[in-house]
Structures are given as structure tokens and as C-alpha cells.
């Protein structure tokens, strides 16, 4: 069924399920590793140094993801970064409406880059400690192919806009996307396309919430007790 209009369709994340998908991706890469590679260390001595070489790297993951979305043609003014640990994810964000081209580039930057290149050179050189942050990192951007291989087979008509909430997304097109289901994120309202609805303006370029800064300040008391002691 198609409209004679577009409408905007926006999405919200199945975090349960995204969750659960991320887990399972985890385990399966990590026995197939073991499987080729044998045992494998990666922490060492310094478990707080190995978290925060990991942290880092799904920081990394961001901003392959708005590098993504700048090759694709997105203006590097309107690209936005954030942490919200309460749901289990550092997030990036365009805040301008992107054609099909530009999301599906920016969606598997990070996937491919640091995900299955790194393993694969990690595999080889026996690197250890990237081929862990590789697992790491496809485990997170599991949602990322997920939604690539969802927009991939949408119409190219479908243009991407953020809600305006991380949890969100918007996909706008003249066919009716209701009926393309997918377990990982579903459509919560649908209604006639604006321009304007999707124009950002005034918006934080990064924004952390107050439960990840609660969790780093504990973190930060903790290192330093543990060091004085």
C-alpha cells in the first residue's frame, strides 16, 4: 500500500530484546574464537586499565558513527554525541533529516571499522586484547546491523530524522512502513510529514544524564579509595 503524501513513521528500541540479541552475539563470537584462537588474555594485571582502554573504544564506536554520517553528506555542526548508561548504550545523533544513503553508511561504520576488520587483524597478528574489543564492540553494534538490514530493503524514498529522544528514531516515506515489522523496534505513531518537525535547532552537541554521572563519580571515589588504601 502506498500514500500520495509522506508520513513519518517513528520508531522506538526493543532494549529488552536488543539486549538479550546483544548477549547472545557475544557468546557466539567468543566461542568461535576460542574455537580457532584457543584461550585467549586480555585484561592482565590492570582490570581498571583494560575498562577504560574498552570504554574508550565504545567511544570510538560514536564517532564512527557521526563520521559516518558527515562522508554521507551530513553538515559536522549537526551531529550530536551522548551517554545514558541507564539504558545500556552510548548514543550519536544527526540532527537533520538524512536520505536512505547516509544512514546506511553511518549504521555500519562502526561495525565494519572497528568490528570485523579489527578481529580479523587482531585473528592474525594474535592481538589478544583487540580482538576482545572487537567482540565487544560488534556485540554493541548488533542493533546498528539490525537496523541497516531493516532500512536496506525499505523504499528509496525512505529518508532517517531522530525523535528527538535516544531511544528513537524516524523514518519517513511514501509507502506505508507499518506492516515491516521487525522483534527489535517498533512503530509508536505514525503521522503526516513536516518539514519543519525535523529541523534541530539550539540543541546540546554532547549531553550526559545524571545517572552516568552519578556512575562515573562513584567510579572516581572508588579508584581513589582503593588507591589510598
Do not use: W
Amino acid at each position: 500500500m502506498s500514500t500520495t503524501s509522506k508520513r513519518a513513521y517513528t520508531y522506538k528500541l526493543n532494549l529488552i530484546a536488543a539486549n538479550i540479541f546483544s548477549i547472545v552475539i557475544f557468546v557466539l563470537i567468543m566461542a568461535f574464537t576460542f574455537m580457532i584462537v584457543g584461550e585467549i588474555s586480555f585484561v592482565g594485571d590492570n582490570f581498571a586499565l583494560f575498562m577504560v582502554i574498552m570504554f574508550l573504544y565504545l567511544i570510538l564506536h560514536e564517532i564512527l558513527h557521526g563520521i559516518g554520517y558527515i562522508i554521507g553528506g551530513t553538515k559536522i555542526k549537526n551531529t550530536k554525541y551522548g551517554i545514558c548508561l541507564e539504558k545500556g548504550f552510548l548514543y550519536a545523533m544527526v540532527m537533520q533529516e538524512i536520505n536512505k544513503k547516509n544512514i546506511l553508511i553511518s549504521l555500519q561504520m562502526p561495525f565494519m571499522v572497528i568490528g570485523v576488520i579489527t578481529y580479523v587483524i587482531g585473528i592474525i597478528f594474535h592481538l589478544d586484547l583487540l580482538v576482545v574489543l572487537s567482540i565487544v564492540n560488534l556485540m554493541g553494534a548488533s542493533m546498528d546491523l539490525m537496523m541497516f538490514l531493516y532500512i536496506l530493503k525499505l523504499p528509496k524514498d525512505v529518508t532517517y530524522s531522530e525523535s528527538g529522544k535516544n531511544d528513537e528514531f524516524v523514518l519517513i516515506s511514501k509507502e506505508d512502513l507499518s506492516k515491516k515489522k521487525s522483534m527489535f523496534f517498533k512503530v509508536v505513531s505514525v503521522k503526516e510529514y513536516k518539514k519543519e518537525d525535523y529541523v534541530f535547532k539550539n540543541f546540546k552537541r554532547f549531553e550526559i544524564s545524571k545517572f552516568s554521572i552519578v556512575f562515573f563519580l562513584i567510579l572516581l571515589l572508588d579508584y581513589i579509595v582503593m588507591t589510598l588504601l
